[in-house]
């Protein structure tokens, strides 16, 4: 029963996850990414949707120390953009698929050395210009016109009610 409780459980989580970055809102979670994201840096687009997250275009042309897609500069320029309001709490946070996450600690300075260090302490997440990283396979890869990489207060960004417990009935006189 154990088992079979961990395994349904694990699947729920990975649907939930898929529907909370893709969902359409019909019999499942309204995705992150239904209302399409606004870019609001170029002084063109128009007034942001308040369902739609703010994008900054990630390109390799933006920094010195890249290697293909995007850099550091461009990390730390989607860190800084985030509203002071949404950086308080613990659940600020980067999200990214993990072989996003693999081109990210490749980034290097000028002398060589990486920028994004591993945590050195157990039970610590590695964290990168200061914030947690969190890997999930629903986020994209590094392609054009997709959103590799998400930075937010997670708990102010979505609302979500959560099943806490579920269990499973054995019922005996079945043969």
């Known amino acids: 029963g154990a088992w079979l409780v961990d395994e349904v459980s694990d699947s729920f989580a990975a649907a939930e996850a898929?529907?909370?970055?893709?969902?359409?809102?019909?019999?499942?979670?309204?995705?992150?990414?239904?209302?399409a994201?606004?870019?609001?840096d170029d002084g063109a687009s128009p007034e942001r949707d308040a369902n739609a997250l703010k994008y900054l275009p990630l390109t390799?042309?933006?920094?010195?120390?890249?290697?293909?897609y995007f850099g550091?500069?461009?990390l730390i320029d989607v860190a800084y953009d985030l509203d002071d309001?949404?950086?308080q709490g613990d659940k600020v946070a980067w999200v990214m698929r993990r072989s996003v996450a693999a081109h990210a600690r490749k980034l290097k300075d000028s002398n060589g050395q990486y920028l994004w260090q591993p945590s050195t302490m157990a039970g610590q997440p590695d964290m990168l210009l200061g914030y947690p990283v969190?890997?999930?396979?629903?986020?994209?890869e590094?392609?054009?016109?997709?959103?590799?990489?998400?930075?937010?207060?997670?708990?102010?960004?979505?609302?979500?009610?959560?099943?806490?417990?579920?269990r499973i009935t054995v019922d005996d006189n079945i043969s």
């Open 18 to 35: 898929a529907a909370i970055w893709n969902g359409d809102g019909s019999n499942k979670p309204t995705g992150l990414i239904n209302t």
């Open 37 to 40: 994201p606004v870019s609001t």
């Open 60 to 68: 390799a042309s933006s920094s010195p120390f890249t290697t293909n």
């Open 72 to 74: 550091v500069d461009d």
């Open 85 to 87: 309001q949404y950086l």
């Open 134 to 140: 969190v890997t999930s396979d629903c986020m994209p």
């Open 142 to 166: 590094i392609a054009a016109n997709a959103l590799p990489v998400a930075f937010g207060n997670w708990q102010r960004a979505y609302l979500l009610a959560v099943m806490s417990d579920m």
